[in-house]
């Protein structure tokens, strides 16, 4: 999928906000492979850089092993925790998504949630 990276970085943080009040999420951020926050929501406040990096790293890494394993491209990453998730996907174009949802947030939603994403990022 080919971006306008130009129109995400600058309406990127408006689409974020619709989606994370769509999808009653905790926040999101779209982030290059470098790490560095192109745009972000989040309902509380949480370091944007920070998790842009964290998810830049996250979906390095784990691409790494896709591929040295054989199993193919990423479809999706959703991490459990004791306080919540993170969902990660990526949007090519070496560009990283990430959504944070409250614990109690079931996973079949962030599978749903991933998907309504896509929907949304290619109407933008």
């Given at each position: ?5 130009g129109?995400?970085t ?9 989606f ?7 926040g ?5 492979s470098e ?6 929501y989040f309902?509380t406040d ?11 790293t ?5 691409t790494?092993?896709l591929e ?7 479809s999706?990453?959703?991490i459990?925790a004791?306080n919540?998730?993170?969902?990660i996907?990526?949007l090519?174009d ?7 949802a409250?614990?109690?947030?079931k996973?079949?939603?962030l ?11 290619q109407?933008f």
């Amino acid at each position: 999928m080919s971006m306008d990276i130009g129109k995400l970085t600058n309406e990127g943080t408006e689409l974020l906000k619709n989606f994370v009040d769509k999808m009653g999420l905790e926040g999101a951020v779209i982030a290059t492979s470098e790490g560095l926050e192109m745009a972000s929501y989040f309902t509380t406040d949480k370091d944007a850089d920070l998790i842009a990096a964290d998810t830049a790293t996250l979906l390095s890494v784990l691409t790494s092993a896709l591929e040295n394993t054989g199993k193919g491209n990423l479809s999706e990453m959703i991490i459990s925790a004791d306080n919540g998730s993170i969902a990660i996907k990526d949007l090519g174009d070496d560009i990283a998504f990430a959504t944070l949802a409250s614990k109690g947030y079931k996973m079949g939603g962030l599978v749903v949630a991933l998907k309504q994403f896509m929907k949304d990022i290619q109407a933008f």
